[in-house]
């Protein structure tokens, strides 16, 4: 079963940027035939989509309303790391950030329900 593993997550100062790995624990495994998607909760929030890539893609295919324009998703050359950036971030980008996997169907969603394969969360804490 695939298992994900989120890094990058740490302190940034408002208006900074920041930038999340997600890679299968197992070494070597590659994520190019998976859609991938991060998500996020906030504290005393629910989870929220940020954005997703297909698996056929090396850009953001889908990204959320609250962070379009402020981020991007890409892959790795060797397709074993999807990375997520953010710029400009706020405050309200505190969160636990999570990646998620499933097998392409033909499109990502931004709909929580339909991932199959989740990581463990990477904090970030965004000074004011």
């Known amino acids: 079963q695939l298992q994900l593993v989120e890094s990058g997550g740490d302190l940034v100062r408002t208006g900074g940027s920041l930038k999340l790995s997600c890679a299968a624990s197992?070494?070597?495994?590659?994520?190019?035939?998976?859609?991938i998607g991060w998500f996020r909760r906030a504290p005393g929030k629910g989870r929220e989509p940020i954005a997703c890539i297909n698996h056929n893609s090396n850009t953001t295919t889908r990204s959320a309303d609250s962070v379009k324009g402020r981020v991007t998703i890409s892959r790795d050359s060797a397709g074993i790391t999807v990375y997520l950036h953010m710029g400009s971030v706020k405050p309200e980008d505190t969160a636990e950030y999570y990646c998620?996997?499933?097998?392409?169907?033909?499109?990502?969603?931004?709909?929580?329900?339909?991932?199959?394969?989740w990581g463990q969360g990477t904090r970030v804490t965004v000074s004011s």
């Open positions: 197992a070494s070597g495994f590659v994520l190019d035939r998976y859609d």
């Open positions: 998620a996997a499933v097998t392409s169907i033909g499109g990502c969603s931004l709909y929580a329900e339909a991932w199959d394969y």
